[in-house]
Structures are given as structure tokens and as C-alpha cells.
């Protein structure tokens, strides 16, 4: 039986440590505890990330997030035995996320060598109240005898990023014999983390402090009688010298965590895990998708999506966005990519618009880096990083790794040719202000992003000689098994549409309020600039479907060979297909890592009939190995635009697979944040058929035969909504009384309070 | 039994892994190689050392040894579960070090979880005869049923110093489909580290290569069938930019090393084994001491010393000399104290004087550093570094760890006061000339250490206005709870010992080359240093014994307050005493780590009849906790001045457990490589009473009752010796005839090639 809010195992097994760690990650946006048991295994990953503190180790080293001190760790020491699952028996095992709380929880019965039984019980979570605050318990029960018990737990600074360092140790103290505080710098960034924590045990035992290099350790030890119960709560205060609250003052960071730890002294790990699922409480009732269906498991994965992208996302500060593996793992460096605007933004978009706006503030802030890169490749505008960390700056690393048999070093062209990010960021600047209608925000950042945006695209574009037109050569388009081409059609249209759209609403805001257009024409020089970007969306080519109704993903594509895909469709293993061409082949073929001009599809659907998104779904799907995460939601969504809706939950249920499926290793360096995203997508703007033309909302539910119903909440300019759809009726429910013009499958409505529409 | 022979397990614990690991520990002087097993564990701590690579990981770490990639791992896979001695069964097991050969050995039977057995052995050995050479050997007999076996093994650079990375990632390659190369380079001091591995297998397995961050592998996998025997042998060579044979050239060691290992690619473990094993052999001949004795415990600790001091001591280059765990662990970080010249230059000195000249080499290299140390703190001469590394710039850290507790960092005292290591050293010099009789090394770097010294001790005594004797203040002796104290009689001693015996020593070469005389003193200034050396000889004021016989550890030391210390010393944790006391108490009582006023008296036994020796002795006996691994041994041969071989057999067979006892944690970061060699000071200086008056040879054996008969090997001035004694006599023979004037048992004879004294 599938239980929609839990995550869980219920067998002990190393092989899947990889897997369930990243999975059960606890977080809140500032920080991400990778689900490491308390007691070590060889091959545990533990991994502790906190949103933003970056830092290049030095030489041949890219910028990554760092794994700061662990807090999680508990030397379990019984009857001079060290407590492991791999020894003595496990007789009764539960290890399990709790979604709808945040909470880790592992119960087992565990018999050691001595044959004496122990219930042991572990808790864990990262609060979602207090964003600093990490609470563990442990409670141990002698079944059958007493027994000798030591745990050894404190603050363990050797952790590494696979081996790479990143901090230096500042100082190591205990504080009135009971608080410990670690202070650990980033070697290169400077940043100072400072990790706080102690101890209540019950009953009272023996206790010690111990430092051994890059550890402080809090040494606990006694006797615990028969059905006498062991609990030891640890809870743990983490700041960073990167803190919001911090940069104005000249705060004693120290000090000031010391001072914050003491005052929990007399708090308990129930009383403080109250206030966070208070807040978890908080999070569901906004943000919940209810899916009526015998199968649980869609809810399952729904929650999951949903769960991630609460704990992914840095709420608290807006210097910061949201990694391509969130805080779960070392995978993609923490670095940001395009997934952030087009996979995750949207769910904020619809459920939390100021969290979706400040996504984009982190792109607006970091808009000069943007501006220094299109200059340093002799464009204008803005060149966003294909990859982004703290500052903005480009962080794709110029070479992948080396190719071990021939030496030679794979040329890495994201940075300079996955020039798409650009459009990705402006479209969603376009989608945030059509949905929350924020102008706001258009006038004190987006619009300039748009700005900027465009001129890098007038800038970027070159005149075909033969045809007059404007084209858009040696891209990389979203699929990135496709290199170097020329007029990819996802690029083109994107490139398009938004700087279309920039030229609108400059001309509108020309005619509501023209004392800021003239104050940003001026700054963004739009008198030359306008005439510039209408010109170019008048005769930018955008490429059509040919007599067969396909679209070209690019001016070559069509015309390469084709190979039959299905062994590396079928295999676990990512990029199989690179171990039998090299990638030089791959380019060459009509063989497709992820959606392209699917993806292109999904965002253009309107474009187009559904006969030739029919014809071009199947053609370029038996074309596409999915070797990337961000493509199965994306052709469940598209299956959907021809009515195929066993072919979407298909999809839909591929995509749920991607982290929940069974192969152990495939989560290791983290979840699929993209993919997450995606899986939201696919319930609400695919099932669910929610989309938005030019700030007006548009409902087109079509469900999958085994879902009965389908229940998720949306905001829309503002207005907070419950859109409830089933075979016999879709109904919308608000509490607001503002009128909001909706389109229901393809009809017009205004709802006030209350719609249904039956079937 | 004891197998004189073997440091063995024969039960697999977790437990005892820091001490297997350091005390089997693998080497050849150029490096070291922790005792790790194959496979992972939870706490095992592997440790890959190289003399001389020292380097310093930034803000706030000390210079240290790094812990470079580690080629001893294999990952097995059998039928899908990772082998652990954890998991399953294990039937039969033994875990041995072969000293006599260098070989680690594990041979197990191990089942499975499906009920499978597997016969295994695993063997390992650094190579004493090519000194980059690394092989392993595993072989794996399925006794019941065939199995799937998959195995990685190759390089893994995700080591680090507990925590502390210090290497950065260079290069990583596979070449010829079979040769793995990884190039990495430490982040401050940029020395290259070049390992080069292949693995043969048979029978014919599938093999694919992998990169993983920091790591290189080849993976394995096939199937073995009943009875079938899957071997797999790994030979691995690792350079650096460090070695000697790349200094002159411009190398290229890459290719150099690739090339090393292409030559070796026929070539078989049990092949290169041997010309290994024929190093060792050559080895025991000349330094084996033989003990017939009821209990084969001591044989086992003599060859346990023997063995460690031949892997720790870089005998291919005089720029490093031996660390204080060798290359055993982190313990010390790898610095060289006094602990080389007075606890293990003796065994060199008397078995292979090359290498003691050689370790001198080491000081007068780093002679210059000595002198800017003694400036630096407004002395002349050499000022030698207490905690010495690759350059003889001061090691030591001015700031123990901060007290946890109070904040307050505990000042080091001992890079300023504990400068008898200036006498130490320039002791280790006249020994050398005394044993070896080498007047070149004299000539061309000896006499030059000695009046750098002589100057150091004419700048840093002062008159006492009182008695216009000469007093040295403000220092620490050997006994390092003792601080700050005036006229440490060991200090006093050997300084006035040192400065007359250079004095001589220039007296003589005046006479015999007064050529060099000349040069010398023009670039010493003897004729203003000599007289005022003389100056010192006669006023240094050297404390006698008061009227109760007690020689004064220093002017406080007894009137200070005595304490009651037998919990300290029955403790097996060391230093108990300051969890009871501050270290400013400690000093203020008559308590001592280590051997002091004893080790003064092992130094200078001739001063003072053996009543006095023996009155001292219990007097500090009973006030020495022992928290040093220096002590024992010492007490041990100073014991047998006033004839009390039992105590002495007893003091010895403490000093035989420092490493070799059962405290499974003693000696996780690596062996007492000082207490090694004092237990070979404790058989030839102690019981075989070897001794050395201004170069003429002395032997006053003394056995303990359960020794039938002792024999060892000796090199005294360029003669080989075989020494036996037993309670009927003391036999001397030689292989050459050159007459050597000996003194046994305080009467002299003539040794040309055989001489017996029955008694």
C-alpha cells in the first residue's frame, strides 16, 4: 500500500544509500541535509548545502556549493559494540520522509552480537519555521536486558565534496559545558559558517567534550536498565556570514548564534517540530494537488514534486535561485540553469507568485554580469550564464572532463551556444507579469530584463543574403545532442515571441505612464533600440512544417540519418549512446537527448493545429532517447495538446520514475529539480489544462481514465482559486469576489466566487 | 604461539583498525603505505605517505605529510552484494604482517548472504627493491557454487589528512587501454605526485574504465565457476617531482613514469615479490637480533622495531630525514624531532653508518635555516627547529589548539625552549665520528654543525652574578611538563659536553690538517669562538648531587611539591594527569611526562658512580608517568647501570607495548617510531651494554634471566661485528682483520677476527 506522503524503505540496504539520501533530503531553501543515517557506512554520502555560499577550491576546480559540517552523525556505541545495521540482526525496519511534516524517521528493532534487543528510534528534520533550525532525536530501548550505551555526536567538519575541501577551520569552542559552535571559512569566497548545537539527554548521563582534528564532540555515556528509554535530542543552529540579516550591521555572527542556541535551551525537539509543520500545514493547504485515483502512486510523486520544490527553493533571499539538484547533492555544482525559469518558476508562478518574482530579482540583480558577457562575445544586451552561482558570472566550466583514452579535452559549448537561456529568462519575465499581473515588478526590473534581452537577440542575428531574413546560426537548442546549428526553431520562435512582446509593453507602458518609458528609454536607449527589435520580429525566420507537416528542429536536422534509438531508450544507463559513437556522430544523427522541438511545441502550442503537433510529436518522440530529465513531462504535456491522454500519463508516469524509480544510483548526486517541475507541469498545465494567453486564464482539463478527479490550487492576478475537474464537471472556487475573466475549454466566464461548468 | 615473524589478527574487528592499519603498515623509506584493508569500512583510515612531500592546506593547518591517492582499494561485487567482513559469514581468517619478507597477507573464507563460500587472499607489498613500486594480489576461489564477480580497483585521490585536502587534481588517463595515470599536485609547496597502475586478470574478465571526481578506475566483471580461481593482480609506480633522479633534467615524469610501467607490464607480482623479498633478507642479515628466550614476545617486538625502522627512514635522499610516526600516519605531521638523533640514529650508527651519516646531512643542509632561527631570536650559531620538515624552518606551532572550553589558545613553548635539541644534534655528530670514524664527514659538514652549536650555547648562557658560573635560563628539558626552567641538568650537560668535545676535535685538526683548520676558522671565526667555547667548558655550571645523592632536575625542580601519580601512570589514556590538573599546576609539582634527570643519566652514566644512578633513577622513576613513548626504554638501560636487570626486563617489555599493546587505539596515527628505536638502544646499549668512549668500543652485557643468549650485528669504525653473549660467555668474530681495540666487561682486548671470554 502506497502512502502518498511518505517516502520510505522498509529493508535496510547499502546499495540504495545513494538513492534515499538525496530523496528524504531535508530543507527548507537555506539549507539541504542529505538523509545519511546517524551511524557511518562505508560509501554514505552526507551532504549539507546551504544556498549561496559558493566557493572554487582552487586550481581545476569549478564553483560549486560546498558540504559544510555535518550535525547528523551519532557514534552509537552498545555494550562496547559500534551500532551498524550490517551487524547483529535488524527485526523490525521503517525508514521513511514524512512529505506532509518534513520529518526523517527511522524505527528498527536491532539485535546485536550479545543477542540483546534494542527499539531504536531516529528523528530528523530541518525546520521550515525557523530556517537556521536542525533538530535529531534518538531514543534507544533496552527489550530484553540493560545495557552499556556511549554516543559520540558534535560537529564534524571533515566532510568534503568527493574529497574537495572547501573551508578552514576558524575556531572550535564549548560554551557553559553544554553549547558547541564550529566555525568553519570557505577558502575562497570567504564565507563564514557558523554551526551551533547540544545535547539533552535523559536520563542523565556522563558527559564529555572531545576535539579531534576538524571535529567537536559531545561524549554521552551510562547504563540504561531494562524497558528503560535512552532519548537524546540535538538541536543544531546554522548561520553564514552570506545571512540577509546580517549585511547591514556589524553583527558578531558568533555572538549572535551563541546568544540564538541558549535560548533554545530549554526547548524540545516536539515543541520546536510543532511550529515547522505548522509551516509544512501552511505549505500543503496553498499548494496540494489532489488526485482522486486508484493509483496512489501519482499522488505519491506529486507530493514528492511538490516537497522538493518547497525545500529547494532559497525563499529567504533573492541574490540566490534554485539549483539544478536543489540542495540534495553535489550534481551540477549547485549552479543554475534554465531549468529554473522554464521547469520550476512556473509552480511558484501559480501558487506563490512573490517567490516567483523573486527568482527573477536574482536574475535582474545579476543582470551586468549578463551585460559583461554579451560584450565579451561581442554582442550587445544581455548574455545570460548558461550555468550561474553567486555573482552572475558564467560558471560552465570551458572543457568537460578530459576524455581519459585519447587526452583530449571535450569542448563544453553551453556557454557560448546554448544561447536559448536568454529567450527562457525573458519568456518567463512575460509569464510571470501575465499571470500576477505584477507591473510592479515590470517597472522596476523585468522590463529592463526584456530590454536587454532583445538587444542581445538584434544583436545575435544575422541576414541570410539569400532570403533578406534574419537568422540565428551555430546554437545549441535544448537539445544538447544537436551542436552547432543554425535556425533552431525552439531559439528562433522564443526569440520572437519575446521580443515581440518587449516591444508591446514598451509601447503600452509609452502610453500609461510615460514618465518612467522616457526615463527608461534613456537608460536602455530604446529610441534606437525599438525600431531595431520590430525589425527584427518582422523578419526573423521562423521555420515552417514542411509537406509533410514536420517541423525542422534546425536548417540540417531533417536531413541527417537516422538510427534506430531503442537500446538506449530501454537502458538505465545515461548516455549510452556515447559508449558506441562519439559525440562528433551523435551531432550527425536525427537522435535527440531530450525534447526540443517538442519543448518548442509546449510553449507554442497555439502556433499550430493538432494534427501537425500529432505528426510531429511521433516524429521527433521516436527520435528522442530521453537521456535527459527534462524531457518526458514535456511530451506528456504535448500528447496532450492531440488529445492523447493515455500517451501523456505515460509520459507523465515515466517522468514521475525519473527519481522515484528503482534504480538505486540514479539520485546519488541529487534529485531532478527540473524534472520535478515538470511533473507539476504536467498536472496543471497538462492534465489539468491551465495555461494563460496574454494575461487571460484558460482551463482545458483532460484526465488521465484512471484519475476520478483532480483538485489543485491556483493564484491568477492575484486572485487565489481551487480548480476542481472530474469527467462530469470542472468547478473553480474563490474567496475573492473580484471578477476574473477565466476561458473553460475554450469558452469565456467570469467567476466571482464560484463556477461550475458541467459536462 | 608467537610467530616472531608475523604482527597478526586472526579475527576480523572493526575496532582495531587504526591499529592494524599503522602497525602493518607497508614502506620502503621513499613511502608508506597504510595497512588498509581492500574493501571499505565505516572508519578505516587508509594513509599513502611520501617522504619529504610536505605541504601546508592554508589558513590556520600546519606543514604536513599529505595523504596521497590511494591504489590499495578494490571495490568487490559478488552476485551483486558488496563484500564486507560486516555481511555474511566469515569462516577462517588471519591478517598478517610477514616482517622477514614485507608482505601483508589476508586469507579468509567468507560466505555470503546466499550461503555461497568464497575462499580469499589478499597480499600486498611496497617493494624494498624499486622503491616506487606498489603490488597487490587477490585471489578469490568460489568453493561452492560459480558466482558473478565485478571488481573496480585504480586510483582514488578523494583521500585527505582527516578532512584537509592538499592536493589539487592534474591530470587523469588511461593509456593503452590497461595503464592508468593520475597526476596530482599539492596546493602550496607544487609537488607533483605521478601514480601509474595496471591490473592483469585471470581468467579473461570483461574491463571498462570509469572517471568519478578525484578518481580513476577500472572496472572488472565476468563469472567464475566452481572451484574456479579468479586472480588479480595490480602493480602500481609512483614519482614525483620531489625524487632525486628527475632533479638534474627536465623530466618530463609523466611520460617517464608511464614508460616505468609499460616495462613492467609482463612482469608478475610473485617475480617482483622476490626481488623484494631478497631486499628484506638482506636487510635482516646485517641488523637481526637474535634472543633465545623462553618467550618469543621479544624477538617479535626486536623485528617489529627493526622492520619499522627500515620503512619509515628515506634512505634515498638526504633532504628528508625520519618523522616522528614515520610514514605511518598523520600523527606529528610527519616533522622530525630530536627523537632522530638520539633515539634512532644509534641503530643506523651501528648497522649501516651510511644512512646515519646521511640523516646528519639532512641537519647541515638545513643548517642555514638554524642560523636565521638563532638570529631571529637574538642568538648566534644554529638554532635547530624542534618540529623540522622539508626546508628546517620551524614546524612547531606557536598555538596548541585552543581550550575548548575557556577560548584560550595554550601557548607551545617548545620552538623557543626546548633547545636541547641543539646539543642533541651536535651529540649525534661526535657519536658518528666516535662509531664511524668518518673525519670526512667531519671535515666537510661535521665540525661546521658543532661551532654553529658551540656559538648557539656561548650566546645564550648568562653569568650568574652570585657564583660567575655560567647559567642557562628559561628552557624545557626533555621532560615537557616541566616549563621554564633554569639549568636543566640534562640541557647543562650535554651542552658543556658538546662545546668541549668541539673544542677538541678543532684542537686535533689543527694539528693533523691544518690547512682545512685554517679554512674553518675563516669561515667560522675560531680564533674568536674557540677561546670563548673554552670560556663556557670551564663555567657552565653543572648541578651535582646533594647530600641525599638526588642530582637536581633543574634549580626548582625539588623543591617543588610531590603528588601521588599511580592512577596517571596505570591509565591507559595518556595524559590523565591534565584533566585533573592545569598545565601550570603540572609544572609546579615533581611530576614527569618522561625520562629527564634519567635520560641524562643514559647519556653520561660515566659521571657518576652506580649508587647515585640508582638513588636517581627511583627517585624520578617514582615521579615519571610515562605519558611520553620516549621514557620507558630509557629507564630500561639506565636501570641496568646499577645492575637491576629485572626492572629493567620489565621497563623494556612496557616499551615493547607502546605499539605492540593491547590499547586497540593507541597508535591509530601511526607508530612511536622514537620508542623503536629505543628498543634497539634497550638490546644493544641496554642488555648487550654496548657503549662508545671517544671511539673505542665498549661491551658490558647484562641479559634478563629469561634470555639464554643474545647475538646481533655491529659496524664499529668501518668493522663488521657478529656480537653473541649468553650467561657462559662473550663471543666477538669478524670477517675482517683489522685489529679493533674492545673494552668487554672493562677490560680490554684485540679483536682481529675472533675473540670468546667465557666467564
Redesign the interface.
Given at each position: 500500500m502506497i502512502n502518498k506522503w511518505r517516502i520510505e524503505e522498509t529493508k535496510f540496504s547499502?546499495?540504495t544509500s545513494g538513492k534515499h539520501e538525496a530523496l528524504m533530503t531535508l530543507g527548507n531553501g537555506y539549507m539541504g541535509i542529505r538523509a545519511g543515517f546517524e551511524?557511518?557506512?562505508?560509501?554514505?554520502c552526507r551532504g549539507f548545502f546551504i544556498a549561496g555560499t559558493y566557493n572554487k577550491?582552487?586550481?581545476?576546480?569549478v564553483t560549486e556549493l560546498p558540504n559544510i559540517a555535518d550535525v547528523t552523525a551519532f557514534d552509537i556505541i552498545i555494550d562496547n559494540e559500534?551500532f551498524?545495521l550490517?551487524?547483529g540482526k535488524v527485526h523490525e525496519y521503517s525508514f521513511a520522509l514524512d512529505m506532509k511534516t518534513g520529518e526523517l524517521k527511522r524505527e528498527l528493532i536491532w539485535e546485536n552480537s550479545g543477542n540483546k534487543r534494542f527499539k531504536m528510534i531516529f528523528r530528523r528534520y530541518v525546520s521550515l519555521e525557523n530556517r537556521h533550525l536542525v533538530c535529531s532525536k534518538i531514543s534507544i530501548e533496552a527489550l530484553d536486558e540493560g545495557a552499556e550505551v556511549k554516543i559520540k555526536s558534535g560537529i564534524d567538519?571533515?566532510?568534503?565534496?568527493?574529497?574537495?575541501?572547501h573551508f578552514?577551520?576558524?575556531?572550535?569552542?564549548?560554551y557553559e559545558?553544554k553549547f558547541m559552535q564550529y566555525i568553519q571559512?570557505t577558502?575562497e569566497s570567504s564565507v563564514d559558517i557558523y554551526l551551533n548545537t547540544f545535547l539533552k539527554v535523559k536520563p542523565d548521563f556522563n558527559k564529555s567534550?572531545t576535539?579531534?582534528?576538524?571535529k567537536?564532540l559531545e561524549e554521552i555515556s551510562g547504563i540504561i536498565r531494562k524497558k528503560e528509554i535512552l532519548e537524546i535530542e540535538k538541536i543544531s543552529l546554522v548561520y553564514t556570514s552570506l545571512d540577509k540579516e546580517f549585511n547591514a550591521e556589524n553583527t558578531d555572527i558568533g555572538l549572535y548564534s551563541l546568544e540564538k542556541i541558549k535560548e533554545l535551551e530549554n526547548s524540545t525537539y516536539d515543541e520546536l517540530f510543532q511550529k515547522s509543520s505548522q509551516s509544512w500545514k501552511d505549505f500543503w493547504e496553498k499548494s496540494e494537488i489532489k488526485i482522486k485515483s486508484s493509483d496512489e502512486f501519482d499522488s505519491l510523486a506529486v507530493n514528492f514534486s511538490l516537497y522538493h520544490m518547497q525545500i529547494m527553493t532559497p525563499f529567504h533571499d533573492n541574490r540566490f535561485s534554485i539549483a539544478a539538484k536543489g540542495l540534495t547533492g553535489?550534481g551540477y555544482k549547485g549552479h543554475v540553469f534554465w531549468d529554473t525559469e522554464i521547469f520550476m518558476l512556473p509552480f511558484f508562478l501559480y501558487t506563490n507568485p512573490k517567490t516567483a518574482r523573486q527568482l527573477l530579482e536574482y536574475r535582474y540583480i545579476n543582470l551586468d554580469e549578463a551585460k559583461k558577457k554579451a560584450v565579451s562575445k561581442n554582442f550587445r544586451g544581455a548574455l545570460f550564464p548558461w550555468e550561474s552561482a553567486f555573482d552572475g558570472k558564467e560558471e560552465t566550466p570551458e572543457f568537460a572532463?578530459?576524455n581519459?583514452?585519447t587526452?583530449k579535452a571535450n569542448r563544453v559549448w553551453s556557454a557560448e551556444k546554448e544561447i536559448h537561456i536568454v529567450a527562457d529568462i525573458a519568456y518567463a519575465v512575460i509569464e510571470y507579469f501575465h499571470v500576477s499581473g505584477d507591473s510592479e515588478f515590470m517597472k522596476s526590473m523585468g522590463l529592463e530584463i526584456l530590454a536587454e534581452c532583445g538587444k542581445f537577440w538584434v544583436s545575435k542575428a544575422e541576414t541570410d543574403p539569400e532570403t533578406g531574413k534574419y537568422v540565428i546560426k551555430d546554437v545549441i537548442g535544448p537539445d544538447e545532442y544537436t551542436e552547432h546549428i543554425d535556425n533552431n526553431t525552439y531559439t528562433n520562435y522564443m526569440a520572437e515571441y519575446t521580443v515581440s512582446r518587449t516591444v508591446e509593453l514598451f509601447e503600452k507602458l509609452k502610453s500609461t505612464d510615460n514618465g518612467l518609458y522616457l526615463k527608461l528609454s534613456e537608460k536602455l536607449g530604446l529610441d534606437k533600440e525599438l525600431p531595431l527589435f520590430k525589425d527584427f520580429t518582422q523578419k526573423i525566420y521562423l521555420p515552417k512544417p514542411d509537406k509533410n507537416g514536420i517541423i525542422p528542429q534546425d536548417d540540417t536536422f531533417l536531413s541527417k540519418k537516422i538510427i534506430d534509438i531503442g537500446k538506449y531508450v530501454e537502458s538505465d544507463s545515461k548516455q549510452g549512446i556515447l559508449k558506441d559513437y562519439t559525440r562528433d556522430e551523435v551531432v550527425d544523427m536525427q537522435v535527440l537527448k531530450q525534447a526540443d522541438l517538442v519543448m518548442f511545441l509546449y510553449l507554442f502550442k497555439d502556433k499550430f493545429n493538432s494534427e501537425i503537433i500529432r505528426k510531429n510529436w511521433y516524429y521527433y518522440e521516436s527520435k528522442t532517447i530521453h537521456d535527459s530529465s527534462l524531457s518526458m513531462a514535456i511530451h506528456a504535456i504535448t500528447a496532450l495538446y492531440f488529445g492523447e491522454k493515455d500517451i501523456a500519463y505515460k509520459c507523465f508516469q515515466k517522468a514521475c520514475l525519473i527519481d522515484l524509480g528503482s534504480n538505486p544510483n540514479s539520485s546519488n548526486d541529487g534529485i531532478h529539480a527540473a524534472s520535478l517541475g515538470a511533473v507539476w507541469l504536467a498536472c496543471i498545465k497538462g492534465f489539468g489544462g491551465v495555461s494563460e494567453n496574454n494575461g487571460v486564464l484558460s482551463i482545458n482539463p483532460l484526465l488521465p481514465d484512471v484519475w476520478e478527479e483532480l483538485e489543485f490550487p491556483l493564484v491568477f492576478r492575484g486572485k487565489g482559486l481551487r480548480v476542481k475537474t472530474c469527467k462530469e464537471y470542472t468547478e473553480l472556487t474563490s474567496k475573492s469576489d473580484d471578477i476574473l475573466e477565466v476561458y473553460i475549454n475554450g469558452k469565456k466566464y467570469e467567476l466571482k466566487d464560484y463556477l461550475k461548468i458541467s459536462y
Open positions: 547499502e546499495k551511524e557511518d557506512y562505508a560509501g554514505q577550491a582552487g586550481l581545476n576546480e559500534r551498524s550490517l551487524m567538519a571533515r566532510q568534503t565534496n568527493s574529497g574537495v575541501q578552514y577551520e576558524i575556531e572550535k569552542r564549548v559545558d571559512r577558502t567534550f576535539i579531534e582534528r576538524r567537536l553535489e572532463a578530459i581519459i583514452k587526452g
